[in-house]
């Protein structure tokens, strides 16, 4: 029903008075329509000799209002055409869009009005059954009535004082009978929603609120989930423990909750913004690489430069094909890359942009922002144990920006493994046990220890442990060595001098590629492409991957069956930021060449050099054909 019918307006501003007698019309219903059903279920079932079930019934019956509409989209911003404006006292009252603020901007004048609320489950309690409503007969007009649990006091029924019951005149009795065998139970569940990171500014911190789920909305959520909760503010008084001031704190009883993890990620993109993608190809079919150039050019535009570093960041957020191998396990699609660099590299930059061109994204350190870390851990909350959700779960289904990646806590050096492969993480703590999801690009950022030895391993420089570097599929080595050109370009581009004319004919090619227009990209040949590896391409893969399984290195931790999966992950990643659904030579060999910055020994390209020292060529397309021969030679394919 429309948001300003009558029946809505009185729903959305006295729901304790309409939901119960919404659930008490609805349960009614429900006898109505088992007393029907039972009937022709016994004529039939005798008839057709059928061994049917008898038709059930439910004990609790809710009715649920779902709220849909834009002013979700803009939780507690009230956009214009959505801004229903009441005369009431002389004053404008935007009364709709106030119903869906964001879970920062919720105060008491909230309370008692049906909210929309939008956020992410960041802790989910156990399940528990609490004493429902309990029923008393009065001594005196032997009438029974109903007393319903108080949430403020932490859902303690209160005995009654008086009769309820003044007609057809005051009872006043004070002396009642409660009748035991009515004892009813609800299921009964708390978690916390905190507002997105992403609605808010940089650096507002997240506000949260905790929820509670009864009968069938327990368990409908896990930590992670994106959800749109509608229900009634109301307020609790905090556990009295000793020494400490008990105080109201806000609680929202849900009345219906909504996950939108896949809804969220699922974003339109106008015909119009992709016939502008296939333009801009057609215009670079001869010089297919400089046109990828100048999206590469767009990633991160205020540092210069370092195009092995925009090449790896763009395969990492495009990503490759999710898929069952033969033996029936699931391959991840997401690519994961480690930034290892001095200080000053530019690898913070590179972080923040990543998170700017994601849809769903968490920045952490690897210290974590909560005491849950980057995974998930169990707390105690109020006296009861919950569960956090880190940042690995929080982000699930985007991105997670890890920066100082090796100060990450021990516990969380454990369940990272199997959060960055398997993509999950099981937890089993506390009587709380369950799997969450970690479906997440991890984009992790560490300065080595001490000097970089480019003689030692990568293990050694970074103190992480060979299979968690194993995880990642590029691991690029920033170092800060001396080099008086590359220092001179770098202070020009910092100090914006005039740039030189070569460039010049770039900058409308950047002007095509501003941060909004690189998003809906990225989104729309992740959700779009399919590759899969042309003969050619499979070809130059096994024989790489064949000849690093033959060359013993120290980096033997990075030549597994992963490095296989990572060469085709990067290599259909490629495929998709050159707008295409076949996996081809060139994708298969930049694949190789991001694999090779990674290693600090390349198996083929004489000198991969250092990727921060890596710059775009003039002509690109050119420059690729002279490394296809070089490398195919090395492979020996003709
Ligand atoms: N190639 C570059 N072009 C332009 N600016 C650069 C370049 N490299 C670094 N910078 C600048 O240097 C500053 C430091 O960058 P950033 O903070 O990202 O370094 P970092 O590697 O994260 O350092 P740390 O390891 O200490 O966190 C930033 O302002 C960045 O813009
Ligand atoms: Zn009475």
């Not at 930590?223 to 105080?247: E, F, H, M, N, Q």
Request: aromatic share 8%; with cysteine; glycine share 6%.
């Amino acid at each position: 029903m429309e948001h300003d019918s009558p029946l809505a307006h009185e729903i959305l501003f006295e729901p304790t008075k309409y939901l119960p007698l919404f659930d008490e019309a609805a349960k009614l219903a429900q006898e109505i329509m088992y007393e029907q059903t039972k009937k022709i279920w016994e004529n039939e079932s005798y008839k057709e000799g059928l061994e049917r079930p008898p038709p059930t019934i439910k004990e609790f019956v809710h009715v649920r209002i779902e709220i849909r509409g834009p002013m979700l989209d803009n939780p507690g911003k009230i956009p214009f055409f959505n801004k229903l404006s009441v005369y009431f006292m002389n004053l404008t009252v935007s009364y709709y869009a106030e119903l869906c603020p964001s879970i920062g901007r919720v105060r008491v004048k909230h309370r008692g009005v049906l909210l929309t609320l939008k956020g992410t489950v960041i802790r989910s309690g156990s399940i528990k059954m609490i004493e429902g409503e309990r029923e008393y007969e009065c001594r005196k007009c032997k009438k029974r009535f109903k007393v319903h649990p108080e949430l403020e006091s932490r859902n303690s029924i209160p005995k009654p004082i008086f009769c309820p019951f003044q007609k057809p005149k005051f009872c006043e009795s004070t002396s009642f009978q409660l009748l035991e065998g009515n004892k009813v139970c609800h299921d009964y569940q708390e978690i916390k929603i905190q507002e997105s990171t992403q609605v808010l500014g940089v650096g507002a911190i997240p506000r949260s609120i905790p929820v509670i789920l009864q009968d069938d909305l327990v368990d409908i959520v896990k930590a992670g989930d994106d959800v749109i909760v509608t229900g009634v503010l109301t307020a609790k008084w905090s556990p009295d423990l000793k020494d400490v001031r008990c105080d109201l704190e806000p609680v929202f009883v849900a009345n219906y909750v909504r996950r939108i993890n896949e809804i969220k990620l699922d974003i339109e993109i106008p015909d119009d913004v992709i016939q502008k993608f296939e333009n801009f190809w057609s215009d670079f079919k001869d010089t297919p690489l400089k046109g990828r150039n100048a999206i590469l050019r767009a990633i991160c535009p205020q540092v210069y430069g370092l195009f092995t570093v925009k090449l790896a960041v763009t395969l990492t957020l495009i990503g490759g094909v999710q898929h069952v191998d033969g033996s029936g396990t699931k391959v991840r699609g997401e690519s994961h890359l480690l930034l290892v660099g001095d200080p000053g590299t530019g690898k913070s930059q590179f972080l923040k942009f990543a998170a700017k061109l994601s849809k769903r994204s968490v920045i952490t350190t690897g210290l974590g922002s909560t005491s849950a870390g980057l995974t998930v851990t169990a707390v105690k909350d109020g006296g009861e144990w919950m569960l956090e959700a880190g940042a690995l779960v929080l982000a699930d289904g985007g991105l997670c920006c890890i920066d100082e990646f090796d100060s990450m806590r021990e516990h969380d050096r454990a369940t990272i493994h199997e959060a960055m492969e398997q993509q999950t993480i099981s937890i089993a703590k506390a009587g709380l046990v369950t799997t969450l999801s970690t479906k997440t690009i991890v984009f992790g950022a560490t300065n080595p220890k001490g000097q970089y030895d480019p003689n030692q391993s990568l293990s050694v420089n970074t103190t992480l442990s060979g299979p968690l570097i194993s995880r990642f599929d590029i691991v690029l080595v920033l170092l800060d060595t001396k080099n008086p050109e590359w220092d001179k370009v770098v202070s020009d581009h910092i100090l914006d001098q005039a740039e030189s004319e070569k460039n010049k004919c770039h900058e409308d090619l950047d002007k095509m590629w501003p941060l909004s227009t690189l998003r809906s990209y990225i989104h729309f040949v992740k959700g779009y492409f399919r590759p899969t590896l042309s003969k050619e391409a499979e070809n130059v893969i096994s024989r790489y991957y064949q000849l690093q399984r033959s060359i013993a290195t120290e980096n033997a931790a990075r030549t597994t069956v992963r490095m296989l999966e990572s060469l085709i992950r990067l290599a259909q990643a490629h495929a998709r930021l050159m707008f295409r659904n076949e996996v081809t030579r060139l994708d298969a060999i930049t694949a190789i060449l991001c694999i090779e910055s990674s290693m600090t020994t390349s198996a083929i390209v004489d000198s991969v050099g250092n990727a921060l020292h890596s710059n775009f060529t003039h002509n690109p397309d050119q420059e690729y054909a002279k490394q296809e021969e070089q490398i195919l030679k090395k492979l020996k394919i003709s």
